[in-house]
């Protein structure tokens, strides 16, 4: 049994701990939490064996920071994750209290457990494992652990814009994606961007009794609808004119590479998605539709009466809040003004309508052909006993893009949570073999870059 075998009963306490913090980042009566969960990583970096360990404070939540530096000539990595995590809606879905850790069937229940607070514990337990067993690193490594993540990160944006020099690395380690399946270990490559934001349309300048104006007042649902439909056709295509223009396609070694993943398209559908059909387009394939498109969805619409029992009322507003994931090599700016033309273009009349940003991220595509994805490939096949696989994901982590825009490193995104772990849903999960061998992963990974070249 070797150092970190013997000590998983360790971990998985202090995870539960970590756990059971509310560190809600979009309420701002968690703001407390919020602070508590800063201090908690700070303590565990510290008890690590971590130096210069801070709160770096700002605008927004605090930044945690902590380094060690003591392998010189080596390379330096810097080791990103976060603390924050989604709100626990709908409650009476969970098993389990949100904030109550629970181990059933190898797997830790609670909010924040794959997304990202487990993640994030797997790089600091590493890096403590081999601190405590050899007194050193094998490279030099720089945590900054953000507060943000889930409401738009501008606090990091801000200190990475600004502070190059001081996280100046050779490159990132993000530990906040997915395995493609159980025992498969895999590295993501491609991250798809975002832009989201509200649409608001106005009708009239009150609301107005649907008998007595009905066919004459416009209704800014109706016209929410429409403008709705002109944005994405029913074939899933993407109708604002010029979005698809700088849309790279996967190359043909990575479509053959994502045809031969182990995958199952009915039970994806079935027992993941949990719905009759799959929707796209139509001529593109699933793991194109998922990774390599960008898409347009609607998250929420609000207006007129959605009370019990019945009120005839014309509407004086709506707002729709939708988003669009990228693709490389889309704009994030580009993109919200050509959202911006084709709302007005779309927009009927008798009303106005409004496209209004709240964030947005850049997408990511990283080249799998460097030192640093290729030991982490490494490592991961040795700790699991599998070859390693690259997939890209449909999900965003503005993070990355940022690293690449001010500090010009590749980021790593060695991910061990699973494809049914219900991330921002109830009975969010991580699988604990993962989570232990992750540990390991990413101890190996460091090991095989203090090897000499």
């Not at 075998?5 to 980042?25: D, N, V």
């Not at 924040?112 to 403590?128: F, M, P």
């Not at 398209?265 to 390599?292: C, I, N, T």
């Not at 809040?321 to 090599?329: C, E, P, Y």
């Amino acid at each position: 049994m070797n150092y970190f075998e013997q000590h998983q009963q360790e971990y998985l306490e202090g995870l539960k701990t970590f756990l059971r913090i509310p560190s809600i980042s979009t309420l701002s009566e968690h703001k407390p939490d919020i602070r508590r969960a800063a201090e908690f990583v700070r303590g565990e970096l510290e008890r690590a064996g971590l130096q210069n360990s801070e709160l770096i404070e700002g605008d927004g939540n605090p930044l945690v920071y902590a380094e060690w530096l003591g392998a010189p000539g080596k390379p330096t990595l810097l080791l990103y994750g976060h603390y924050d995590v989604q709100p626990p809606d709908p409650l009476d879905e969970w098993v389990s209290p949100p904030f109550e850790p629970e181990v059933r069937n190898n797997n830790i229940y609670a909010r924040g457990s794959a997304d990202d607070k487990g993640q994030t514990y797997i790089l600091v337990k590493a890096v403590e494992g081999l601190l405590k067993q050899h007194g050193k690193l094998p490279i030099n490594v720089k945590f900054l652990v953000e507060g943000e993540e889930e409401v738009g990160g501008e606090h990091i944006e801000a200190y990475v814009a600004s502070k190059p020099e001081r996280i100046k690395a050779d490159a990132a380690v993000i530990c906040d994606t997915e395995m493609f399946g159980p025992e498969l270990p895999t590295i993501c490559v491609g991250l798809r961007g975002m832009v989201y934001g509200e649409l608001h349309v106005q009708g009239a300048n009150h609301d107005l009794h649907s008998g007595v104006y009905g066919g004459a007042a416009p209704n800014p649902l109706m016209a929410m609808a429409e403008i709705l439909c002109a944005l994405k056709g029913p074939d899933g295509r993407i109708r604002i004119p010029g979005f698809y223009d700088r849309v790279q396609p996967p190359s043909e070694k990575e479509r053959q590479a994502w045809a031969r993943l182990p995958f199952d398209e009915q039970e994806y559908k079935e027992k993941e998605v949990g719905a009759s059909d799959l929707v796209g387009e139509p001529d593109v394939p699933l793991f194109e539709r998922l990774w390599a498109r960008p898409t347009l969805e609607v998250h929420g619409i609000r207006g007129g009466f959605i009370g019990e029992g019945a009120k005839t009322v014309i509407p004086a507003r709506a707002v729709a809040k939708i988003s669009t994931r990228l693709v490389a090599d889309q704009n994030p700016a580009e993109a919200t003004e050509q959202i911006r033309a084709a709302v007005k273009a779309a927009c009927p009349k008798g009303v106005t309508a409004e496209f209004k940003p709240i964030h947005s991220a850049p997408p990511s595509l990283v080249n799998p052909n460097n030192r640093y994805i290729e030991a982490a490939a490494e490592a991961m096949k040795q700790v699991f006993g599998k070859e390693t696989v690259y997939i890209r994901s449909g999900g965003s982590i503005p993070i990355v893009g940022l690293f690449d825009a001010h500090l010009g490193i590749p980021s790593v995104m060695m991910g061990f949570g699973l494809p049914d772990d219900n991330l921002h849903a109830p009975n969010e999960k991580l699988h604990l073999p993962n989570f232990y061998r992750g540990i390991e992963a990413v101890a190996k990974y460091l090991e095989i870059l203090g090897e000499p070249v």
